[in-house]
């Protein structure tokens, strides 16, 4: 490999196994690690690691330069539910991060940038069933206002710099390697945790409420598949689906290895936000344009998390 990979939020939910997937690919010393904090131990141990404020473009730079690096997956972000709490640094975080890398681009320091979006960028006028690839665009949550800037972002150094940036509109993200990072879908991971402790679990979004999922293995290779393909004429934030189920649906496919599960409900501040979002996407796009398809349906997820969870079925 001539050039060397740089995933910035190494330590973070998607980040994790993006950085381990990328290393068996790649190898482990042609994908570095980087973070403001240590991520766990494989992480760390399996190849180079950079401590990294994103915020810090010097910063970047001076990795870049000192690992020959090409290509960027800018994993940084406050998520939902942290940045309703601080409006402003979720704003700064996730647009600074975004310019530096989309500059250093710009510059030529970089040749391909990986970004990912969030179906965060649609609102509550957005159509709820198989909502489409173009569409009405009007988030209600701060997080959702930076991916809808940050699309606008990337089309636009696509267009008038010739920035090679690609993008997923990622759904509620379920993996049992890491703990989950202040989103509204958290509860699809915590209640395997709850359901294996104490058989019980008391979710913070209504019984009924149905929103796009995917298993985090298909979202790692939506995201390496979308870089490996042939670069296209301009930017896309591609819809991917794959699941779509209510806390309700998912106790159900849980009880069915977990007779004695219970569920309760007990909504919080994070149901408005759930509210706005899709229930289903229309990702015929993606599928189309670099052949995306999703592998682990409800059942094999609930049999992988309780697996990986080592819980014996």
Sequence with gaps: M???????????????????SLRKIYG??????????????EVMESGPFEFLDVTNKSEIQKIIEKHQVKEVYLMVAILSVIAEQNPKMAWDLNMSALFNV??????GQIKKIFWPSSIAVFGPDTPKYNTPQDTIIK??????????AGENWCAYYSNKYDVDVRSLRYPGLISYKTTPGGG???????????AIKRKSYTSFLSENTVLP???????????????????????????????????????????KRIPEFTISYKPDARQEIANSWPQSVDDSVA???????????????VRIMLLGLHYTI
């Design 28 to 41: 482990n010393e042609n994908v570095i690690a980087s973070d403001i904090r240590k991520g766990n131990y």
């Design 287 to 301: 599928r189309k344009n670099w052949g995306w398809q999703p592998k682990v349906d409800l059942d094999e997820m």
């Design 213 to 255: 999922m995917m298993y985090m293995d298909d979202a790692i290779n939506a995201t390496i598949g979308l870089m490996q393909k042939e670069r296209n004429s301009g930017y896309v934030s591609y819809n991917v689906g794959s699941l779509s189920f209510s806390p309700a649906q998912l106790a159900e496919a849980i009880k």
């Design 139 to 148: 988030p209600s949550t701060v997080y959702g206002i930076s991916k809808q």
């Design 184 to 194: 509204t879908t958290d509860y699809a991971v915590e209640i395997f945790y709850e």
């Design 2 to 20: 001539d050039s060397k990979i740089l995933i910035i939020g190494s330590s973070g939910q998607i980040g994790t196994e993006l950085v381990l």
């Design 102 to 107: 989309l500059d250093l681009a710009k510059e």
